[in-house]
């Protein structure tokens, strides 16, 4: 097999070449792949974040890129993936000062690299953030070698979309990580979750693993010993459903305390994985909802300034496949 860039220049026996219809016109890519392959969301996504989907012979890794009728598309399972992007929207900025960043991170990027010593991966949030500001920082002020400072204050999950806040100075990150230890920042995410989801507050000490491999409550472990465990760190998230709808609800939640995939583990264990979930549906049985990606959404971010000490507080609507899959569940 040859490669002419990432262009397949013969054809592989692996290929598999679709010609798009008339009802694929506006549609998303991942959504007409999905649908032409009868294949998992989570490996059509691969398939297209990896660039081995091409549009009209492109090589296209964006999963929401419409459609029109009448495109030829091919999935090269062999194709070499394309080199990493940088690319940044000033759109997704919220907020900017000397001090702190806010930012409205898509889904499907992480907010910082899998492995911190790969200085090569700049498909992380924080890696096209510097990047961003290194560009629009004046001409004078430039130093070989030198980025602009950029502190992680707190993470988002890759399939997570919403309002992040990098610290820009180290003044600023001490101040705001202060906040975060002492729980007085404001965080609102919306998620959608499968079943009818009652309004109530989920405590528990969450693991790294739990018993069976993955992370979850000690509470909840499979393995009766586990339950004493004080290894656990203590998790509450604050669920207020918001509306419900057919076979799913749209709920608020509240964290007080800030753990890894604290919100997906409490939905979850409490019987309503979200919609999009692909790691913690062990044990439920009902009927699954499709979705391209995980339906969790930050959606309100509130602290103190850390250096002016003035309220800030920032809100962003749901995203637009979020917003669609919402209406279209509506009764």
Not at 23 to 50: F, K, M, N
Not at 90 to 108: C, E, F, L, M, Q
């Amino acid at each position: 097999m040859k490669f002419r860039g990432n262009v397949p220049t013969m054809i592989d026996p692996k290929t598999k070449t679709f010609t798009t219809a008339p009802d694929h016109q506006g549609q998303r890519l991942d959504a007409v792949l999905r649908g032409l392959l009868a294949e998992p969301w989570s490996r059509v996504r691969r398939y297209i974040d990896t660039g081995k989907v091409f549009v009209d012979g492109r090589a296209c890794c964006d999963q929401g890129h419409p459609l029109s009728a009448g495109q030829t598309l091919v999935l090269q399972p062999d194709a070499p993936r394309p080199p990493a992007r940088k690319s940044f929207s000033s759109d997704w900025i919220r907020y900017t000062d000397n001090h702190v960043i806010v930012v409205d991170k898509p889904a499907g990027v992480s907010t910082v690299p899998f492995n911190r010593q790969d200085s090569n991966d700049i498909e992380s949030m924080e890696h096209r953030l510097r990047a961003y500001l290194q560009k629009k920082r004046p001409l004078h002020t430039k130093r070989r070698g030198a980025l602009p400072s950029l502190l992680v204050v707190h993470r988002l999950d890759r399939g997570t979309s919403g309002l992040l806040v990098f610290a820009r100075s180290m003044q600023a990150r001490a101040g705001l990580a202060e906040q975060f230890k002492a729980h007085t920042v404001h965080r609102r995410y919306l998620a959608l979750v499968h079943g009818h989801a009652p309004t109530k507050t989920i405590r528990s000490h969450l693991l790294e693993d739990r018993g069976d491999g993955i992370r979850g409550s000690s509470e909840t472990s499979p393995h009766g010993g586990v339950r004493r465990s004080r290894k656990g760190k203590l998790a509450i998230t604050h669920v207020t459903c918001v509306e419900r709808l057919k076979g799913a609800s749209l709920v608020e939640c509240r964290l007080e305390t800030g753990r890894t995939n604290q919100i997906r583990i409490h939905m979850a264990e409490a019987g309503h994985p979200l919609v999009g979930e692909t790691i913690y549906l062990r044990g439920y049985s009902g009927p699954i909802i499709e979705s391209p990606r995980l339906m969790l959404h930050a959606a309100e971010l509130g602290f103190i300034h850390p250096i002016t000490s003035q309220p800030l507080r920032f809100e962003i609507p749901l995203p637009q496949p979020m917003a669609e899959l919402v209406a279209s569940l509506r009764p």
